[in-house]
């Protein structure tokens, strides 16, 4: 039986970079694939750092079928996903593929330098969960691969559901997503004031998506939501004095982004 969870928090992208073949000018009638991470972590922590080895993709071609794993020209890398939230990204790869068919899978091998930093500064290790060992696999990405576009996918790791803690040892066990970057829509707002130290959480039919404010104006963002509304909660910390908030947003569209009015939301003293 699991341990207690911890909330982590929100948002970090990446995307993909050229990959060639042989001789022949692979650009011609391709589809140009990018790929961004975007993640979800907690107030507890100040640092979480993902170890990345390699990325690899499965698409499908026009009637279904599956091909191989693809390995991605990728080095491998260490990402603090806290330096990552509300709309910031980083370049992972940036890569031609055969065109036609879709991407339906993304497998990340982690590597074994995955860990936290809490607020006392304390490193913690995290141990890849026996659900994980080597390999994340991303299922249902759903990424169209027409000739001659940009293709961008987002992978969003809930980092608040990524981790969990048993018999004194703290485990990785991500929690992902993959959607074209061009899928659905996004919601902003502002949280005043910042001494609430507010934690932000967004649901709708099962789903939870956890971010942090950011910067003097409290703005956070969320990408990649499904149409309709969604509730925002609003958790200011227990110390604070402030109470907590929560309400419907405005309805989300596909392709824009919906500002929660009031702008900012300011939390009111207990």
Known sequence: MRGKIIPLLLLCLMPLFFLTCGKEDVSENAARLRIKLTDAAAPVLKEMYINIESIEVQATDSTGVEGDWVTLEYNGGEYNLLKLMNGKTVQLTDQYFPAGGMIDKIRLKLGNNNRMVTVTDKPIPLEKSP????????????????????????????????????????????????????????????????????????????????????????????????????????????????????FFSDSIRQGSVTDIIPKPIRLQLQ
């Open 131 to 246: 659900n994980v060992i080597e390999h994340l696999i991303i299922d249902n990405v759903n990424a169209a691969l027409p000739a001659n576009v940009i293709v961008s996918i987002v992978i969003d790791i809930n980092a608040a559901l990524s981790v969990y803690e048993l018999n004194g040892n703290y485990y990785l066990d991500p929690r992902a997503r993959a959607y074209p970057e061009t899928y659905g829509g996004s919601l902003r707002g502002y949280v005043a004031p910042i001494e609430a130290s507010p934690v932000v959480l967004i649901t709708r039919e099962g789903d939870s998506l956890f971010s942090l404010p950011e910067g003097s104006d409290g703005m956070f963002l969320f990408s990649g939501l499904e149409e309709g509304a969604w509730k925002v909660h609003l958790f200011a910390n227990p110390e604070s004095g402030y109470r907590d908030t929560i």
